[in-house]
């Protein structure tokens, strides 16, 4: 009876979360922001990573309270500890930005949660890990690349524009001209200027 008693408390616990989460949600489309962001740090504070998140956004915009980078921060990481994927692309984010870089842990810490992003099919996660293997202080290019054809896969037009580089300069695959024009031009189709200038030249 006591461990039914406990499963129906965690349910119900769960449902308002929830329905706070949405309450949280409608109030923002509808511009009661301070409304929406007291939904959310209800809903956040019973646990619910959906919510911590949403709090982690409102906190980074100021939407309904305060902006505040540390407080943003602090809240993507309990979402990105729950594994949602976009709070540890924007924890991530957050750690490679705004610490310095000799906190190697730190370092390390962002690297795997972009990881776990990109694999959960967070394109940002992919693009930004991309370019992170191929610019990095020791480039691993093969990575960046495999990384890049996921972005580029799930339709960013940057990815494919760095695509078409890796493939022009022969970075992590063997040089092939006529697979970059390639990136370039499915780049260049869906609005890269970058990948424009490349195919002019």
């Not at 809903?43 to 939407?63: I, M, P, W």
């Not at 540390?70 to 610490?99: D, G, I, V, W």
């Not at 990109?118 to 996660?125: K, L, S």
């Amino acid at each position: 009876l006591e461990e039914a008693a406990f499963q129906l408390q965690q349910i119900f616990r769960i449902d308002i979360s929830i329905a706070l989460n949405i309450l949280g949600i409608e109030s923002m489309r509808a511009g009661r922001y301070s409304i929406a962001y007291t939904c959310f740090k209800l809903a956040a504070d019973r646990g619910y990573s959906k919510a911590q998140f949403n709090v982690g956004l409102c906190y980074e915009h100021g939407r309904g309270t305060e902006k505040d980078l540390e407080k943003a921060a602090f809240y993507y990481y309990q979402a990105a500890s729950s594994c949602h994927p976009m709070a540890q692309y924007r924890y991530a984010r957050h750690l490679l930005c705004h610490r310095p870089e000799h906190e190697w842990h730190r370092h390390r810490e962002a690297v795997t949660f972009l990881e776990q992003a990109a694999v959960a099919g967070i394109t940002e996660a992919q693009a930004y890990l991309g370019v992170f293997y191929l610019r990095g202080l020791q480039p691993k290019e093969q990575r960046g690349l495999k990384y890049l054809l996921l972005a580029a896969k799930n339709g960013d037009a940057q990815s494919r524009y760095h695509v078409g580089v890796c493939y022009e300069k022969g970075l992590g695959v063997q040089q092939n001209l006529a697979e970059a024009m390639r990136h370039y031009r499915e780049s260049a189709a869906a609005g890269n200027r970058n990948a424009r200038e490349r195919l002019q030249v």
